[in-house]
C-alpha cells in the first residue's frame, strides 16, 4: 500500500497557517502573555510565608483547622527548598489555563447538553483532543507562539478542554427532566430555567470538571517546562537533563503540595456551592465529632466573614510592617543597572553550559539583567528565529547542526565561532580490547548489549549517527541507538567505566569526559562523521544592530581548549545547580579575563 503522506499534509497546513494568521498567533500571545504576567505578579507580590499563611485561611475556611495547618507546612517546605517563586509561576500557568479553558468549555459542554446534534459532533474531537499525546501539542506550540509560557499554556488548555466540556453537558443532562417541565409550565424562559434550574443542580458535576482540569493543567507542567515554560515544570526539565535527582524529588514534591492543595480546595468548595454538600458535610463533622470529641477542634471552620477578615489583616500587618515585596533571589552581581535586558538560550552539553553561565557573569557585571533557558535544539532554534531568545553560544556548523541553519538561517545573525574544530565520535573505555576503529563494533553487538549510548535526540549528532554513520559502517539493525540526554549517557558511561563493563558512547572533542576516564575515540577511516565543526555563537537576526556592544563582544569572543576544558572541569567539581558559581571562582583564577572579553 503506498504511503498516505499524512504529515506532509499537515506541514503544509501549519505553514499555511502561519503565514495567513500571524497576525491572530501574535495577539493571542499578547493577551495571554498579559494575563499570564498580571497573575504571575500578584502572586509574587508577596513575601512566601505571608502568601502561605494566606492560603492556609482558606484551606481552613474551606476543610477545616488541620487542613489549614498542613496547607501552611507544606507551603512553607516548598519555600525551604528554594523553589516559591518557580512554584508560584506553575500557579500562574495553571490559573491562565484553568481559566480559559473554562471560559471555553462550560458554553460549550451547555450547547452539547441541549443539542444532540453538537454532543454527537463533539464527541469524537473530545476523545482526539484527550487521548493525542500531550506532548505532540508542543510541536505546533512553538511554530504558532514560540517558546516561553505561551505554548505551554496553550497545549494544556488544549489536553485540559474535554472533561471541563464533558462534566457541564454531564452535570446538565443529569438535572430532573420533570424539574426542568415544571419550570417551563410555568412560563421560565429557557435563559431562566439554565440560570436558575440546572446550573445550580449540575454546579457540583461541573465543579468535579474543573477539579479535573486543574489536575490536567498540573500534569502538563513538566511537558511546558521543554519549551521555556519555567516554573516547576522547568525545575522538573532541568533535573531530567542534568539527573539531578535532589533537584528532581524536590520540584516533584512542590508540585504534589500545590496538587494536593488545589484538589482539596476546589472538592471541598465544589460541596460549598452544593446545599446538598453543605448539609451532607455538616452531617459528616458532627458525626465525627460524636464519636471523638478531640476532632471538634480540628474540623472547626470559620465563618467566611472571619476568614475574609483574617486575609485582611494578614496583607494589613504585611503591609504595615514592610513585609510585602517580591521574593527573587537574584542571579547577578550588578543585574540590570542598565535596564537592558538579554535573554540566552541553551542545550544541556557541557560546552554551551560553561560558555552560557561565562556570559551570564559577564553581561550581569556590565550591567544587563539576564535570563537563561535551557532547551531541546529545536526550540532553541525556533525561539532565536522567532525572537523569544537573543543568542545561544552553542551552535555546531557546518555539519551537526546543518539542518536547523538551512532551516531558519534567514531569521538568524551568526556572530562567528569562538572555537574550533570540533570532532564527533563514539567512544569505548581502554579496556575494551579488540575495538579500535567504527568497523570494529561490526559482529560485536552481544559484547555491547546491541546498543550505542546516545543523547538528546533533537541532538544534529544523532541524526547523523542514524542516517549515516550506521549505514556505512553496516550497524544498522545489529545495534540499537538509545536516546536520552547528555547527562543520562555520561551517568551510562561512569557506571559502565566503575564496573569494568564494555559500553560505547556518543562523544565529541573537547570533552572532560576524557580527562575523567581512560578512553578510546574509535577511529572512523571513511570519514562518515564529517570534518570537524566550529562552536558559533548565533544571535536571533537584527540582534547586533540593536545591542551593537554585546554584539562586538560576541564577535570577538574566543577560548582556548585548555580555558574551555577547565571552566568545564571547575563546573562539574562545584555541583549542579552551582553554574554561575562556578563561573565566578574560574573567572577569579584567570584575572582580566573579563575585561578582554568585555572591554569597556
Known amino acids: 500500500m503506498p504511503r498516505l503522506p499524512l504529515g506532509e499534509w499537515v506541514d503544509s497546513s501549519v505553514d499555511w497557517l502561519q503565514s495567513q494568521f500571524s497576525w491572530l498567533f501574535d495577539a493571542v500571545t499578547t493577551g495571554v502573555t498579559g494575563l499570564y504576567d498580571g497573575i504571575d505578579a500578584v502572586l509574587s507580590a508577596p513575601q512566601p510565608l505571608l502568601f502561605a499563611g494566606i492560603l492556609a485561611v482558606v484551606a481552613w475556611w474551606l476543610r477545616g483547622l488541620a487542613a489549614g495547618v498542613l496547607a501552611f507546612a507544606g507551603f512553607a517546605l516548598v519555600d525551604s527548598v528554594q523553589l516559591w517563586d518557580e512554584a508560584m509561576a506553575t500557579l500562574?500557568?495553571?490559573l491562565v489555563a484553568t481559566l480559559v479553558t473554562l471560559v471555553i468549555a462550560v458554553p460549550l459542554g451547555i450547547w452539547a447538553a441541549r443539542s444532540k446534534t453538537v454532543s454527537a459532533v463533539l464527541r469524537p474531537v473530545l476523545d482526539f483532543m484527550q487521548t493525542m499525546?500531550?506532548?505532540?501539542?508542543?510541536?505546533?506550540?512553538?511554530i504558532f507562539f514560540g517558546v516561553g509560557v505561551v505554548p505551554g499554556i496553550i497545549a494544556t488548555i488544549v489536553f485540559a478542554l474535554p472533561p471541563g466540556v464533558r462534566m457541564t453537558e454531564l452535570g446538565i443532562r443529569q438535572v430532573d427532566g420533570e424539574l426542568v417541565e415544571a419550570a417551563e409550565a410555568f412560563g421560565t424562559t429557557p435563559r431562566n430555567t439554565l440560570l436558575r434550574v440546572q446550573l445550580p443542580l449540575a454546579l457540583p458535576t461541573i465543579m468535579a470538571g474543573i477539579n479535573q482540569v486543574i489536575m490536567l493543567g498540573l500534569s502538563m507542567v513538566v511537558i511546558a517546562g521543554m519549551v521555556g515554560g519555567g516554573g516547576l515544570g522547568g525545575a522538573v526539565?532541568?533535573?531530567?537533563?542534568?539527573?539531578?535527582?535532589?533537584?528532581?524529588?524536590?520540584?516533584?514534591?512542590?508540585?504534589v503540595v500545590l496538587a494536593m492543595y488545589l484538589d482539596r480546595m476546589t472538592g471541598a468548595l465544589g460541596r460549598q456551592v452544593s446545599p446538598l454538600g453543605r448539609r451532607a458535610a455538616a452531617k459528616a463533622r458532627a458525626a465525627l465529632s460524636a464519636r471523638r470529641p478531640g476532632a471538634k477542634l480540628?474540623?472547626?471552620?470559620?465563618?467566611p466573614v472571619t476568614a475574609l477578615v483574617g486575609v485582611v489583616v494578614l496583607a494589613l500587618v504585611a503591609g504595615g510592617t514592610g513585609f510585602l515585596g517580591g521574593s527573587g533571589t537574584g542571579s547577578g552581581t550588578a543585574s540590570g543597572k542598565n535596564g537592558k535586558k538579554v535573554s540566552i538560550g541553551y542545550i544541556p552539553w557541557d560546552e554551551g553550559i560553561a560558555s552560557t553561565y561565562l556570559w551570564k557573569e559577564i553581561l550581569e557585571r556590565r550591567g544587563y539583567e539576564v535570563e537563561t533557558k535551557q532547551?531541546?535544539?529545536?526550540?532553541?532554534?525556533?525561539?532565536?528565529?522567532?525572537?523569544?531568545?537573543?543568542?545561544?553560544?552553542?551552535?555546531?556548523?557546518p555539519v551537526t547542526h546543518a539542518q536547523y541553519w538551512e532551516k531558519y538561517k534567514n531569521k538568524?545573525?551568526?556572530?562567528g565561532s569562538w572555537y574550533g574544530p570540533t570532532s564527533l565520535e563514539l567512544s569505548v573505555p581502554s579496556y575494551v580490547k579488540g575495538v579500535d576503529s567504527l568497523a570494529d563494533l561490526k559482529g560485536k553487538a552481544g559484547q555491547f548489549k546491541g546498543r550505542i549510548v546516545g543523547i538528546e535526540p533533537s541532538a544534529g549528532m544523532m541524526g547523523i549517527l542514524k542516517d549515516k554513520v550506521l549505514k556505512e559502517y553496516g550497524l544498522e539493525g545489529e545495534y540499537k541507538v538509545v536516546d536520552g540526554s547528555t547527562p543520562g549517557m555520561l551517568a551510562e558511561?561512569?557506571?559502565?567505566?566503575?564496573?569494568k563493563e564494555p559500553v560505547v558512547v556518543t562523544l565529541w572533542s573537547p570533552h572532560w569526559a576524557y580527562s575523567a576516564h581512560d578512553l578510546k575515540k574509535l577511529a572512523d577511516p571513511k570519514g562518515s562523521w564529517g570534518k570537524g565543526d566550529g562552536v558559533h555563537t548565533l544571535a536571533r537576526k537584527g540582534f547586533a544592530a540593536e545591542n551593537p556592544e554585546v554584539g562586538a563582544w560576541l564577535k570577538n569572543f574566543k577560548l582556548t581548549e585548555k580555558q574551555l576544558t577547565d571552566l568545564e572541569a571547575v563546573i562539574q567539581e562545584t555541583g549542579k545547580g552551582k553554574e554561575q558559581q562556578a563561573v565566578r571562582t574560574w573567572l577569579d583564577k584567570n584575572p582580566g579575563l573579563v575585561e578582554k572579553l568585555a572591554p569597556q
Not at 412 to 415: K, S
Open 92 to 94: 500562574s500557568l495553571v
Open 133 to 142: 499525546p500531550a506532548m505532540v501539542y508542543l510541536i505546533p506550540g512553538i
Open 237 to 255: 526539565y532541568r533535573a531530567i537533563g542534568n539527573v539531578d535527582i535532589g533537584l528532581g524529588f524536590e520540584a516533584g514534591v512542590s508540585i
Open 298 to 303: 480540628w474540623a472547626h471552620r470559620p465563618q
Open 375 to 397: 532547551l531541546e535544539a529545536g526550540a532553541l532554534y525556533t525561539g532565536l528565529a522567532g525572537g523569544q531568545l537573543d543568542f545561544q553560544t552553542d551552535s555546531w556548523l
Open 412 to 415: 538568524l545573525e551568526d556572530l
Open 493 to 499: 558511561l561512569k557506571r559502565a567505566y566503575e564496573r
